[in-house]
């Protein structure tokens, strides 16, 4: 079955350490996304691609880093500066346009980083 | 700058008993509406995309409406598996113009 695949499911970091959140996808999507999680709330984007090598910067990504190397994988690393990372972290995809309009979003099933 | 308001947060219903949830919304320019169900721990899974103003869209015991300014999510006869968060998310345009709703958290008891 297709779909995207998000791992670990559960990640504790220590204080000054960088941490990478594994996503990999079979959809043959083009685009790819990494939002986050709080609660109380909405989704917020932190990095997008609309392409192999290319990436995009949402309206929360300091203290983030991606890479876009292969088409079906797009992992995210969580660096040490980033001062309060303990939220909900998605994965999601979509078949990705010239525009991007009305896409809809395909997501994987989560991954709860927590800091120690 | 877009922003989604949903109600209410909360919502339990008995089984059987139909009711509204709500979107509203300002955008600079619709370009779709959006409704997924999240359940606990798990990524949001899509229900619905409405375009324009009129639209219905109807899944089993779901149906998204949508007006200039609001859309609604109606559940007739909720079973208690539609228990779940529904969020509704506006795209103005663009990968990056998506912005979410906090949800409503729905609770069906049997």
């Known amino acids: 079955d297709g779909g995207i695949t998000q791992s670990p499911k559960y990640l504790f970091r220590k204080e000054g350490q960088n941490v990478t959140l594994s996503c990999e996808q079979n959809l043959n999507h083009d685009a790819m996304y990494w939002y986050r999680q709080d609660p109380g709330q909405g989704l917020r984007l932190i990095y997008y691609s609309q392409i192999v090598n290319d990436f995009q910067k949402g309206d929360i990504a300091e203290g983030y880093s991606v890479s876009r190397e292969k088409k079906e994988s797009f992992p995210l690393t969580v660096t040490s500066a980033q001062k309060n990372p303990t939220a909900f972290y998605l994965c999601?995809?979509?078949?990705?346009?010239?525009?991007?309009?009305?896409?809809?979003?395909?997501f994987g099933s989560g991954t709860q980083l927590s800091v120690l | 700058e877009d922003q989604v308001t949903q109600s209410p947060e909360a919502l339990r219903l008995q089984e059987g008993e139909s009711s509204s949830l709500n979107c509203s919304y300002t955008v600079s320019g619709l370009r779709g509406l959006f409704w997924y169900r999240q359940d606990p721990g798990k990524g949001p899974e899509f229900l619905f995309t409405l375009y324009s103003a009129g639209e219905e869209k109807e899944k089993e015991r779901l149906k998204a409406t949508l007006t200039k300014k609001e859309s609604f999510l109606h559940i007739t006869a909720p079973k208690p598996e539609d228990s779940a968060t529904y969020l509704c998310a506006v795209n103005s345009g663009g990968y990056q113009k998506v912005t979410f709703g906090t949800g409503t958290k729905l609770q069906v008891i049997p």
């Open positions: 999601a995809s979509s078949i990705g346009s010239l525009r991007g309009y009305n896409e809809k979003l395909f």
